[in-house]
Structure formats: structure tokens, C-alpha cells
């Protein structure tokens, strides 16, 4: 029932699924092509456009702007339940996006009696969080680049709320910021790419806001890909900091390599799907191309997308740990996801606790996660590339 799980770290290359790299032959001795009478420069291969776009994106990032917004996100805790820190940072993130040329509007969302958990805070147990409510009601913001391709595209999405106890730095203002410096590095490329970036609302509460928006027909069917930045700012090369529980037993081939690195919480995972293999190929590969390489795991859940994937998990319920963000309700609609995060609860000591403070995230890495993305969307994503091409096998949303 369930396919061997493959769970692979590519190695430092510049060759990704996201984009295939130009290569070129090897410079032959100028002294033998000079006595053939051959211009030496004619055999020198052409610079790689990948390479270019790759180097591009590392000088416009810029590690000291993602601080900035990380602490300003992270200045309180932001929700339902801190309405007036919500609405401010809604208004930055607004203005962050308008001033990098994306076109920003918000789309609020209603559900009636919805079984969700309580975002409090803490650690309590799962069963004591849940609740029904009457009436839950928020905002997502919704941004796209003028002039950008119709019809397929990529969405990229962030939740901006936080449980009412914490700051929330790492959860999730560091995904936040990381899409913002995603958003900037876009917006710098000649044509603009086919991509829709989501800002969401009510994560905490059982991902009410990326919910409405995978409910919603008309917007999911033009939708190739979702890569959803969920706490993605811890990063320490400590031994014995990134925890595996009970989801060792199941990617046996990643517990294995966590082990050989002595459980240091020094790598981001892309969790994904078959449907989104080739994506997060392509993500680990943009990473390992860096100047000071991110190392980037797969995690590949073997659940398939849509009905059948919902199924397993009542089958398995340790496999709900891979459901824990804004990707899961796209998966359960059939489009392919990719999560990118360094595991929240898994490695962050503070997660969920008021000790999430902006001084605890590796705002570095935060913007080297955002280059990855950055490069890899602007490789595949481009006006010369189809959205459709990088999902190995293709889907049909329902």
C-alpha cells in the first residue's frame, strides 16, 4: 500500500530539475589550439544564463533587510486574538510587497462550525486543543507581479499568524520574511514570473486561511505547485539538536543521515510527494549551488495527493505530522505541494513558547532559503518555462 520512501540529499551541483544547467566542453591548451590555428577564445563554452541568474540573486539578498523584518513581525504575538498586531503587520507586509513591485490585495474568508484547535500556545496534547467553532473570519493577502504570465503558476505561501502566547520569530515570522526576500529577488528579473504569493491567516487554528483558498475551484485549477515557508530559522550545528520521534521509523534512509551528522539541526527539509519530487529536487540543488551551501533533505511522504492520501492518514495518524502547515490542504485537493522547514517542534526548543524571540532565528540562513527559492522558481518559472513542467507526472485538481 505504501511505495519504498525516498528520502535523498543531492549533492553540490548546479544541475537541478528546476532548471538543467548549460555545461560546455573543456578549454583545450592554448598553445595546441594557437598551432592549429584556432582561436582559443571560439572553444571556451558559453556562460551558463543559470549561473548568471543564480549570481544575481546572491548580490540583491540581503540578510540585514530579512532581520528587519523578522523583528518587526516578531515584535508581538499577531492573530485573532492580538487583532490590532495582526492588522499592523498585515500593513507591513502590504507595504513591504507594494514597494517591491508586487500588486498586493486581500481576500477575507468565513467558515461556520469548523473543527479546529485551540492556538493558545504551549505544549498541551493534541485531543486537549481541539475545538469547535461557530464562526471563524480572517484575511489572506494575495500578491502577483504586473505583466505576469496568465493562467498556470506557482503559489508560494506563508502563514502570518502566530498562537496568542508567542512572538512567533520562527514560527513564522522567518517564513514570512522568507517569502518577502523571495518576493524582492522576483520582482528584480527581466519578465516577470507566473507565481501568486499567499500571506495566510488562521494557520494556527487548523489552517483556516489556506484552506479557504484551496477550497476554492476557480483559484486551485490554475495551480502547478505550492511551496509553503513554514519555520524555516532554526538552524545550529550543536550535536544532538534535531529530534526525529516517532517519523524516524518511517523515513528510515533520513533518520539514518541525521544520524551520521550526529543530530545537528543544521539542514532544511523539503517535504514532499511523488507528484512533487522534481520540485524539491530542484530546491535541494538551488541550495547546494549557494556560495555557503544550504543543505536541503527530502523527506517524501508516501501518501499519494487528494482522497486517497486522507485515507492512509486515518490509517497511519503519525503520517499528520507531515500535514502540520498551509500545504496540507492543497495535497487533500490534489494539487502538488513541497513544505520547506527546519521541523518546528522537532528542533526548536522554543516553539509555541514566548522564548520565540527574533534574537533565536539565523536570519542568514532565513535569506539563503529565500535565494534558493528565489532561484530555482525564476529558473523553471520563467516566461521560457511551463509551470507544469517541473511536477513529475502531472495532476488534475479536483
Known amino acids: 500500500m505504501i511505495s519504498k520512501l525516498d528520502c535523498v540529499r543531492i549533492g553540490r551541483t548546479s544541475n537541478s530539475s528546476f532548471a538543467a544547467s548549460g555545461g560546455g566542453k573543456a578549454l583545450p591548451d592554448r598553445a595546441d589550439s594557437a598551432s592549429n590555428g584556432a582561436d582559443p577564445s571560439a572553444e571556451r563554452p558559453m556562460p551558463d544564463p543559470a549561473d548568471s541568474l543564480h549570481q544575481s540573486m546572491e548580490s540583491a539578498a540581503d540578510p540585514a533587510r530579512v532581520a528587519a523584518d523578522i523583528a518587526t513581525l516578531a515584535a508581538t504575538p499577531r492573530g485573532w486574538h492580538h487583532p490590532l498586531e495582526m492588522q499592523r503587520a498585515q500593513t507591513y507586509v502590504s507595504e513591504q510587497l507594494t514597494a ?18 485551540s492556538d493558545a500556545g504551549g505544549r498541551p496534547t493534541f485531543l486537549s486543543r481541539l475545538r469547535l467553532f461557530p464562526r471563524l473570519a480572517g484575511t489572506n493577502l494575495l500578491a502577483e507581479l504586473p505583466g505576469a504570465p496568465q493562467g498556470r503558476r506557482v503559489l508560494v505561501v506563508a502563514h502570518l499568524d502566530t498562537v496568542a502566547c508567542s512572538p512567533g520569530a520562527d514560527d513564522n515570522a522567518s517564513g514570512v520574511a522568507a517569502l518577502l526576500e523571495t518576493a524582492r529577488l522576483l520582482a528584480t528579473l527581466d519578465e516577470p514570473v507566473a507565481v501568486t504569493l499567499a500571506v495566510v491567516d488562521m494557520e494556527e487554528r487548523a489552517k483556516v486561511g489556506s484552506g479557504a483558498l484551496a477550497r476554492d475551484r476557480a483559484f486551485r485549477r490554475n495551480l502547478d505547485l505550492v511551496l509553503c ?7 545550529t550545528d550543536v550535536p544532538h539538536t534535531q529530534q526525529m520521534g516517532g517519523l524516524g521509523l518511517i523515513f528510515r534512509d533520513l533518520d539514518r543521515r541525521v544520524k551520521a551528522g550526529r543530530h545537528r539541526g543544521d539542514f532544511l527539509l523539503a517535504v514532499c510527494r511523488k507528484s512533487s519530487l522534481g520540485a524539491a529536487d530542484g530546491l535541494t540543488a538551488a541550495g547546494a549551488a549557494l556560495t555557503d551551501p544550504l543543505p536541503v533533505l527530502h523527506a517524501r511522504d508516501p501518501r499519494p495527493d487528494g482522497w486517497r492520501g486522507r485515507l492512509i492518514t486515518w490509517l497511519l495518524p503519525l503520517l499528520a505530522h507531515l500535514d502540520r502547515s498551509d500545504h496540507a490542504p492543497f495535497w487533500s485537493r490534489g494539487v502538488p505541494a513541497v513544505l520547506l522547514t527546519t521541523t518546528a517542534s522537532f528542533r526548536n526548543p522554543h516553539y509555541h513558547l514566548a522564548g520565540d524571540e527574533p534574537d533565536t532565528v539565523d536570519h542568514h540562513r532565513v535569506t539563503s532559503v529565500a535565494i534558493a527559492l528565489a532561484d530555482a522558481i525564476a529558473a523553471r518559472f520563467g516566461t521560457h518555462n511551463s509551470p507544469a513542467a517541473v511536477v513529475s507526472g502531472g495532476h488534475t485538481p479536483s
Open 100 to 117: 517591491a513591485g508586487w500588486r498586493v490585495s486581500p481576500k477575507p474568508f468565513e467558515r461556520r462550525w469548523v473543527l479546529g484547535v
Open 229 to 235: 515557508l513554514e519555520s524555516v530559522g532554526t538552524f
